[in-house]
Every structure is written in C-alpha cells, then in structure tokens.
C-alpha cells in the first residue's frame, strides 16, 4: 500500500512542480503577469512549489526502503518517469500549441525501459 501512496503522491508532487516551473508562462501568454517584475513572478513560483514539496518529501519517506518497497534509485527513476508524465499531459491542456512528436514518444519509452530496468533483480 506505501507503493501505490507514493506514486499518487509522486503526481501530485510534479502537477504543482510543473505549474510552478511552467504556469507562469501561460500567465504571461495570456497578459495576467506580464507586467509583474521578476520578482513576482519567482514568489509566486514558490508558493506553488511549497505544495510540491509538501508531497514530494512524504512521497520519499513513505516510498523509501524503510517504510516502503522502494530503493533510493527507483524512488528517483519513479519520479522521472512521473515527471514526464505530467509534463506531457500539462504542456497538452495548457501549451496546446505544443506539439509531442516521435522523439518525445521514443524518450519516454526509452524511460519506461529505464524504470524496468531499475526494478530488475
């Protein structure tokens, strides 16, 4: 059960990574922030990131070896893969002028090849 814990709280973790990484820029394609100075704009990153953080460490603890069924490296090749995941699925809604092409497909599965690979014995 700390498996299937950590992976939701994985996804939560990377949808308020990548608004915060991301979202300010589809703030500024529409005009509300593009007059706020730098500044603003890094505040306000970082209070969307607060939240991310607020999921990505319970997320490693509960994950981890000692309470979960995840070693260090597969906790992080998870979250990669997550990661991308979401980035996709975001960049779609939000960016909808972007487009994912062959290359991006033949990553993640190069990804999801990693993933399997991690979890070899």
């Excluded at 498996?3 to 509300?32: E, K, P």
Aim: with cysteine; proline share 2%.
């Amino acid at each position: 059960m700390n498996g299937l814990y950590t992976i939701v709280l994985l996804l939560l973790s990377n949808v308020f990574m990548t608004l915060a990484w991301y979202g300010h820029l589809r703030l500024q394609q529409t005009g509300v922030s593009s007059h706020w100075p730098l500044i603003g704009v890094i505040v306000f990153s970082w209070c969307i990131a607060f939240f991310e953080y607020c999921c990505q460490v319970p997320a490693n603890r509960i994950g981890f070896i000692d309470n979960g069924p995840f070693s260090l490296v597969q906790l992080k090749v998870i979250q990669e893969c997550v990661s991308l995941i979401v980035f996709a699925v975001i960049a779609h809604v939000l960016f909808q002028g972007e487009q994912l092409h062959w290359n991006h497909a033949l990553a993640f599965l190069c990804l999801v090849a990693a993933v399997y690979l991690v979890f070899m014995k």
